[in-house]
């Protein structure tokens, strides 16, 4: 895990649009790229991406309304790529829609054993990333959501008092730990301090600050102009 302090938004967006860049183009070989939803579907429109590269979502918000479905945001950035759509096919429930995503991701890479999966990150000021809500209330129900080593996807309920969206369809922390070949985090906001504080701490919960994932992920790159040494 590496950590790129940058003075302004637009020079934290702008080197880590290049560090996703460079990674596109060091290989001809197949690559998956996940983008997060909220800030992080800004680093899109200055992606330059092959043939090579398949493009989806690393978590999906369960909804209709194309201003809220991630995967509906990232298709104004009209990226020019192959797709694993995971917008709601018509009667599909969110359970059925966790298995279908998983189904694809798997095939990918049962189709690409050498390809690259590359995601993007970023970290809510609750501490949570790609979709996973923190659970401080209950270890249990973090660990059967989050933390099953049979699942690269799942779908469920956060509820309201958590997140305004709180039906979700989000890969799991064993994808991001085992799968995952290498993360851009994407984090500016004085607001999400506190929590960017408890990611890097030595000690600390996964239930209690979720993006603490990072931590234990294969290569993890932190693009911030939140100024941590001070925290």
Known sequence: MKVFLHNTK??????????LNQLFGETSQPILFLSSGGSSLELLDGLSLGDHVTVSVLDERYSNDPTINNFSQLMTH???????????????????L?????????EWKNANPNGTIVITQGMGSDGHTAGM????????IFQNLFENSHRWVVGYDATKEK????LRVTVTMPFLQEVVDHSIVYLTGENKTEAFKRTLDSQGKLWETPARIIREMK????FTDIV????
């Open 219 to 222: 290569d993890v790159k932190i």
């Open 133 to 140: 809500m923190p659970y401080p209330e209950s270890h249990p």
């Open 78 to 96: 009209r990226i020019s790529a192959k797709f694993i759509d995971t917008r709601i096919k018509e009667g599909e429930s969110i359970q059925e």
């Open 98 to 106: 966790a298995q279908r995503f998983e189904k694809e991701l798997r």
């Open 163 to 166: 997140n305004e969206y709180p």
């Open 228 to 231: 941590y040494s001070t925290i």
């Open 10 to 19: 637009e020079e934290t967006k702008k080197a880590a649009t290049e560090t």
